[in-house]
């Protein structure tokens, strides 16, 4: 497919540095937002809605020092909504289900799930990309107490979830 | 070890085996883009449409108070005799919500003090109309009969020795659903009111006089008018 025929008008011109950028950082979205909604066809219709609204406000956000920060952030409030959305549908469900009791038959992966999803966010950007708090508090338009709030809570969530310490589930 | 080692080692293992091609969804991506653009720019032209149409049937002018308002007569000056033909006649499209009698009860003629003050206007203003009133009333009757006419009285209900401001009696167009156009004959001067008939009620607002500006003295009475809201009295 020839691009430069296929884009619209404002993005033709600068459809290589768009493609670049795309094929660097589409999978890494993916994996990154993939870690907050945990399903990855779902993680890969976010990070391509991401990259439409990238492709569509092309013309402002190619003149940023660093575009992929911005599509990233797109693409991690797009998590973030639909795995609240998520967990709000599961509420019923869950009430359904017998969960063990903390620390019985519960791994990290089971008890990331169980995080509210700007604790996972937070915890996905700082552990899992390394990024310094301010810089995951400017990705999750927050502010950096926030950010430190959203993490020390999900550690001492994961925490009771593995039964290494008492405490309240519901803190969240 | 420790939770945050922990976190990083399965954060980086859940993510591994996740692996998406970025070649197929990019045609994908540039389609949908392309496809919003286009729905972007149908919506945008259906509502220039939309805009357009509705300038050519004369429906009004939202932003009633930045808009110059257009001659109310097609010629200017206007008639003082009475209207000429109008440029668009609101009367008869839609229904002259005005006609009839409306008149405010006796309203203490502080309160019309203060509307006259809030318009910029001074004290002394304010008490070469009201003089020693302490009560005041307006009535205006909107009538169609021979030319849409407004006759406008106002006076000193207070008992005291009678004050009254001459009564006027003025042609008047609406130029918009909740814009009138008041010309009075003795100065030939447009003074442009919007209105809003709410529960029976009648809210005027003066909103300015053309073709030059009224007196201090003129704009006083002429707010006087529009302290109060006026109720219907008759119609």
């Not at chain 1, 995951?136 to 709030?149: E, G, P, Q, R, W």
């Not at chain 2, 692996?19 to 653009?37: C, I, N």
């Not at chain 2, 008869?92 to 009839?100: P, W, Y």
């Amino acid at each position: 497919m020839s691009i430069s025929t296929t884009l619209p008008p404002v993005a033709a011109e600068r459809t290589p540095d768009y493609a670049v950028l795309f094929q660097r950082e589409f999978p890494k979205v993916v994996r990154t937002v993939y870690l907050v909604v945990r399903d990855h066809g779902r993680a890969e219709e976010l990070a391509q809605e991401a990259f439409v609204q990238l492709l569509m406000h092309w013309k402002k956000v190619s003149g940023y020092d660093r575009p992929e920060a911005w599509v990233r952030r797109v693409a991690i409030r797009l998590a973030m909504r639909s795995s609240t959305r998520e967990r709000l549908r599961s509420v019923l469900e869950r009430r359904a289900v017998v969960e063990p009791p903390p620390g019985e038959g519960v791994d990290l992966s089971e008890a990331l799930g169980q995080l509210s999803a700007p604790q996972r966010a937070a915890i996905v950007l700082h552990y899992y990309e390394d990024r310094p708090v301010d810089e995951v508090a400017d990705i999750l338009v927050c502010s950096v107490n926030t950010v430190k709030s959203h993490l020390h809570r999900g550690r001492n969530k994961l925490r009771v979830l593995l039964g290494e310490c008492e405490g309240d589930l519901d803190e969240s | 070890m420790s939770l945050e080692q922990q976190l990083r080692e399965e954060l980086s293992r859940s993510a591994e085996p996740i692996r998406s091609d970025p070649g197929g969804r990019l045609d994908e991506v540039v389609r949908t883009a392309r496809h919003r653009r286009r729905v972007q720019r149908l919506v945008v032209a259906s509502a220039v449409v939309a805009v357009v149409a509705t300038g050519a049937v004369g429906l009004p002018h939202l932003d009633v108070a930045n808009r110059e308002v257009p001659p109310a007569t097609s010629t200017w000056p206007p008639d003082p005799t009475g209207l000429a033909t109008s440029v668009f006649d609101y009367h008869s499209t839609f229904r002259d919500r005005l006609t009839g009698d409306w008149a405010t009860g006796p309203i203490p003629s502080r309160r019309v003090r203060v509307a006259i003050k809030a318009a910029g206007l001074t004290d002394a203003d304010a008490t070469d109309i009201l003089k020693d009133a302490r009560l005041w009333q307006t009535r205006m009757t909107f009538q169609l009969a021979g030319g849409p006419t407004v006759q406008t009285r106002a006076w000193d209900a207070s008992g005291g020795p009678v004050q009254q401001i001459p009564v006027e009696d003025n042609p008047y167009t609406l130029i918009g659903p909740n814009t009138l156009v008041l010309t009075r004959r003795a100065s030939v001067t447009q003074l442009t009111f919007t209105y809003r008939v709410q529960g029976g009620r009648l809210f005027l607002h003066f909103e300015k006089a053309q073709p030059r500006p009224l007196s201090d003295a003129a704009t006083a009475a002429v707010i006087a008018w529009t302290a109060a809201p006026l109720r219907r009295t008759g119609s």
